[in-house]
């Protein structure tokens, strides 16, 4: 199970810090992925990152805005949100899966979402 907290209400320009927590099961064996969506369209990929840590992969609109990590012993995984966009505005979701994807179809476990707001 993987709970995803840390959204709010925050300013264009603004940070914010996700979190997404695995409970009864390990993490250090699986890709882990933040996508959100935004009301009226489709989930979108966001980040992700490889069992390692190693390895990460950006959507092109928030490359070096965010930043993605995990802490395998606290089966953490971070995703640290910096100048934020009103675009930005949008459930966010944790996901994990055996194999690097982009694709939400292609992930067996989700968080229940964390609503990010970033206003203007």
């Known amino acids: 199970q993987l709970q995803a907290s840390g959204g709010g209400l925050v300013q264009a320009g603004g940070s914010l810090r996700l979190s997404c927590v695995a409970s009864g099961r390990t993490i250090s064996t699986y890709v882990m992925a933040w996508f959100r969506q935004a009301p009226g369209k489709e989930r979108e990929f966001v980040a992700l990152i490889n069992d390692s840590g190693f390895a990460t992969s950006y959507e092109d609109s928030v490359k070096d805005r965010f930043t993605i990590s995990r802490d395998n012993a606290q089966a953490t995984v971070y995703l640290q949100m910096n100048s934020l966009k009103p675009e930005d505005t949008a459930v966010y979701y944790c996901?994990?899966?055996?194999?690097?994807?982009?694709?939400?179809?292609?992930?067996?476990?989700w968080g229940q979402g964390t609503q990010v707001t970033v206003s203007s």
């Open positions: 996901a994990a899966n055996r194999r690097i994807s982009r694709a939400p179809q292609g992930y067996d476990y």
